[in-house]
Structures are given as C-alpha cells and as structure tokens.
C-alpha cells in the first residue's frame, strides 16, 4: 500500500523562520495520530501552517467564536466509520484540513515552556484526531481522545502537556 497523503500549506511565511523543520514535524505528527487511531488505511489530509488572523476568520465563521485559536479541524466527512472500510484502490480517503495559528502556537509553547516543535507536534495530533471522528465533548470521549494523543506523542518522543509525569524531549 502506497502512503498516506498529507500535504502541507506554509501560509504564513514566518513558520518557516521560527520552525523550519515544519513539514516535516506535521507529517510526522499526522501519520503518528493515524497509527495511534489505528488506520492502516491510505489517507489523505492537508496541515495547513497559518496566522492568528486566519484562524480567527475561520473561528468566527465556523464556531461563532470571535477570537484566534490554537489549531481548528475541518472533517470532511461526518461519517468516521468511512475509515475502517477496507481500502479497495489506488485512490486514498479524504480525511480533512487541520490548520494552525503560528501566533497563538508561540504564545503557548513559551507560557507552557516547551518548544514551538514539540507543541506544534502536538496541535497536530490533536486536529487530525479530531478528523478521525475523535472528541471531547464528554468526559468519556475526552479520556479516550486524550489516550490516544498520549499514545501518538509517545511514538513521537514527545511529553504529552497535560500528563505531568512526562518526560520532555524534542520533536524534532
């Protein structure tokens, strides 16, 4: 089986100065929240790498929510069962759009005292699980949304935030 699609859209260009590695930290990120989901099946998903003003536009447009926020997911389906079809073809499954505020990314990162690698990592993961079918809209969903980041960032090396047990190593 060919290889999940996972592009990567670097609409503010101050990513690549404060992250150049960052196309290669989302794919990572992305294929490890995949594997943590348990989907062998071919993908495809785009990471887009944008401003606060972005993500507000979208925020108020898609949330009624007037103000930046850290990373949104766009499902592109309502359906998640659709992923554990067997994978018949060549044509991978559209998954979805995750995009992420580089401004407010850095403001947390520096008030959580990580780095900007190893929070965008975890952004990632956090917005494809999302467009996995994934939640938290209850304390149910959260537990098993929150396992399953755990479970990601730890294929990755990367200390989950909220587990204070954790070890903090980097991302890159």
């Not at 495809?44 to 507000?56: G, I, P």
């Not at 998954?95 to 992420?100: K, N, R």
């Not at 690698?117 to 996995?132: E, I, K, N």
Request: proline residues 5%; charged residues 25%; hydrophobic residues 45%.
């Amino acid at each position: 089986m060919k290889a999940s699609v996972i592009d990567i859209v670097i609409a503010e260009p101050a990513w690549r100065g404060e992250l150049p590695e960052a196309g290669r930290i989302c794919r990572r990120a992305a294929r490890a929240a995949l594997a943590a989901s348990g989907i062998a099946r071919r993908v495809e998903l785009c990471v887009r790498l944008s401003d606060d003003d972005e993500l507000r536009r979208l925020n108020r447009a898609y949330r009624e929510t007037d103000r930046p926020t850290n990373v949104l997911a766009f499902p592109a389906s309502d359906d998640p069962d659709r992923l554990l079809a067997s994978d018949e073809g060549d044509q991978p499954i559209l998954v979805g759009d995750v995009a992420l505020a580089l401004g407010t990314a850095k403001t947390e990162a520096e008030r959580g005292g990580v780095p900007l690698a190893a929070h965008t990592v975890h952004l990632v993961v956090h917005g494809v699980l999302h467009l996995l079918g994934h939640d938290h809209g209850d304390e149910a969903e959260a537990r098993r949304m929150d396992a399953l980041e755990a479970n990601a960032l730890n294929r990755l090396g990367v200390a989950h935030p909220h587990h204070h047990a954790a070890r903090a190593v980097s991302a890159a």
